[in-house]
């Protein structure tokens, strides 16, 4: 079977999971009480199930399951099929520190210090950013500094996204997006190991989205937000970053770029007001745009075009072909969900 039909596969397998486990997952938080409370900080009016992330794990992982007894995994490279079970495994890990989380509310430290555990354990089985670019000075070779870089970025992009997970859909979109990005562009490198699980995971994803978007009927909760995060992130290290192209170690950068500088807006603005980094707040970029009289609809929707757009930009910098014109029809979407945002913004005042 061709490698392409398996990414396929991958993808509908997911979807199809998700959307048939998320009503017993919801069934059982209910019966367990298991759910998000309302409170100051949340925009939600009534408790919620957090453990939407459990079906978000199992659609994944039961398609690239199944594909590898279909045969997917033998027309993959020894040295992928290695880099593929270390997201694997560090998969699994953050999605059980999420789930515990939600489980059993664990402390930020215990969180942190888990989440550093299994980023240094998956660097040993292969999972590293080795190179980064430097403007107008090429590829640096990292070194002894691979280790705290690749624990850096794997587990700072499982907390991105869960900082962003503050609005209906908010991070199952985000995270879908850029997952179908990375698989066009892993499919584009040649990075099938990569490109298999940004398919597993877009579809898992998205198909989250038929009960997560406004209005949301359950959450995906830590466990599901540090999965996709850190998943994302390791795709784009075992498909991007590994490579010594230039352009090619800068895209999963490009790619995340939203829950990125999300993240690091955050936290400068909390540390500059003498507060803790981890203490949460209404700082995030959705809050703001909620506090100037944006809809949870449109705000949701405008942070998807701005994902969308840093993503065509990527599809255009990878050299794949028509990336100019995805880009083009990104920012002419952007465009005018901004005008949106921006006429909306000024009805308010």
């Given at each position: 079977m061709p490698l392409h039909l398996y990414h396929l596969i991958a993808f509908l397998i997911s979807a199809i999971v998700v959307l048939w486990s998320t009503p017993v997952v919801k069934t059982i938080g209910l019966k367990s009480g298991h759910?998000?409370?309302?409170?100051?900080?949340?925009?939600?009016?009534?408790?919620?199930?957090?453990?939407?992330?459990?079906?978000?794990?199992?659609?994944?992982?039961?398609?690239?399951?199944?594909?590898?007894?279909?045969?997917?995994?033998?027309?993959?490279?020894?040295?992928?099929?290695?880099?593929?079970?270390?997201?694997?495994?560090?998969?699994?890990?953050?999605?059980?520190?999420?789930?515990?989380?939600?489980?059993?509310?664990?402390?930020?430290?215990?969180?942190?210090?888990?989440?550093?555990?299994?980023?240094?354990?998956?660097?040993?089985?292969?999972?590293?950013?080795?190179?980064?670019?430097?403007?107008?000075?090429?590829?640096?070779?990292?070194?002894?500094?691979?280790?705290?870089?690749?624990?850096?970025?794997?587990?700072?992009?499982?907390?991105?996204?869960n900082w962003i997970d503050g609005l209906d859909g908010l991070a199952a979109g985000v995270s879908g997006i850029a997952a179908v990005v990375m698989f066009i562009v892993t499919l584009f490198m040649d990075q099938s190991a990569a490109a298999l699980i940004a398919a597993a995971l877009a579809g898992g994803a998205l198909g989250f989205l038929r009960y997560n978007f406004n209005p949301a009927q359950i959450f995906m909760g830590d466990g599901g937000a540090y999965f996709m995060g850190f998943t994302l992130a390791g795709v784009g290290t075992i498909g991007l970053v590994k490579s010594t192209?230039?352009?090619?170690?800068?895209?999963?950068?490009?790619?995340?770029?939203?829950?990125?500088?999300?993240?690091?807006?955050?936290?400068?603005?909390?540390?500059?007001?003498?507060?803790?980094?981890?203490?949460?707040?209404?700082?995030?970029?959705?809050?703001?745009?909620?506090?100037?009289?944006?809809?949870?609809?449109?705000?949701?929707?405008?942070?998807?075009?701005?994902?969308?757009?840093?993503?065509?930009?990527?599809?255009a910098f990878s050299g794949l072909p028509s990336g100019a014109a995805y880009a083009m029809g990104a920012t002419m979407l952007l465009a005018y969900v901004g005008w949106q945002v921006w006429r909306k913004t000024k009805a308010t005042r």
């Open positions: 759910v998000d409370r309302p409170n100051e900080r949340k925009v939600h009016e009534q408790p919620m199930v957090r453990l939407g992330g459990v079906s978000i794990f199992i659609g994944t992982i039961s398609a690239l399951v199944i594909v590898h007894f279909l045969g997917g995994f033998n027309n993959l490279p020894l040295h992928e099929q290695g880099s593929l079970w270390g997201v694997l495994l560090g998969g699994i890990g953050f999605f059980l520190i999420g789930l515990a989380d939600d489980l059993f509310n664990l402390s930020p430290l215990w969180r942190l210090l888990m989440q550093i555990a299994v980023s240094s354990s998956v660097w040993f089985i292969g999972v590293r950013i080795e190179f980064l670019s430097v403007p107008f000075n090429g590829l640096i070779h990292l070194g002894v500094l691979s280790l705290p870089i690749t624990v850096i970025w794997l587990t700072g992009m499982a907390n991105a996204i192209a230039v352009t090619a170690v800068l895209l999963p950068y490009l790619i995340l770029a939203v829950p990125i500088l999300d993240m690091s807006a955050v936290i400068i603005s909390r540390l500059s007001n003498g507060k803790s980094p981890f203490l949460a707040d209404k700082s995030h970029l959705h809050h703001r745009l909620l506090d100037a009289g944006i809809s949870q609809r449109l705000t949701v929707l405008f942070i998807y075009a701005l994902t969308l757009w840093v993503g065509s930009l990527a599809l």
